[in-house]
């Protein structure tokens, strides 16, 4: 009598591969999703920087000279600005000014406050 062998063959089932396809999928859409999350996180890091250093720019460009209370307006770098600058009350040699400037950049806006100082009589003093 000749005895037959039966081979067993290894590999995996129509099922199993398919299971381990959802799985890769699924990982991979949750991959994309958080770099996704990342690359808006990190735009809207840029737009906030952007604005920061366009605020510095005007408030240094406006108290050049003698600091004075009104209202000015502009355009720099495709952003509309507003800069209010009022005298705080107070009785000392120098005078305390409130600069608030408003930056509008499409539908994003910030607003920025910083307070500068000047010598009644001999000046801008910062």
């Known amino acids: 009598m000749t ?3 039966r081979t067993a063959q290894g590999g995996f089932t129509l099922l199993e591969m398919l299971a381990a396809i959802a799985l890769l999928s699924i990982g991979f ?10 690359t ?7 737009q906030t920087t952007h604005l920061a250093l366009l605020a510095r720019s005007i408030f240094d460009d406006q108290a050049r000279g003698l600091l004075h209370t009104g209202h000015w307006e502009g355009k720099l770098d495709d952003t509309n600005w507003q800069l209010t600058s009022t005298l705080l009350p107070g009785q000392s040699a120098a005078q305390l000014y409130r600069l608030e400037l408003s930056l509008e ?3 994003r806006q910030e607003r920025f ?14």
């Not at 808006?40 to 840029?46: A, E, G, P, V, Y």
């Not at 406050?113 to 910062?126: C, E, H, P, W, Y």
């Open 113 to 126: 406050i910083t307070l500068r100082v000047q010598g009644k009589s001999a000046g801008a003093m910062r």
């Open 3 to 5: 005895s037959l062998k």
């Open 40 to 46: 808006r996180t990190l735009t809207q890091s840029n």
């Open 29 to 38: 859409a949750i991959f994309l999703n958080a770099m996704g999350d990342a």
């Open 105 to 107: 950049q499409g539908r």
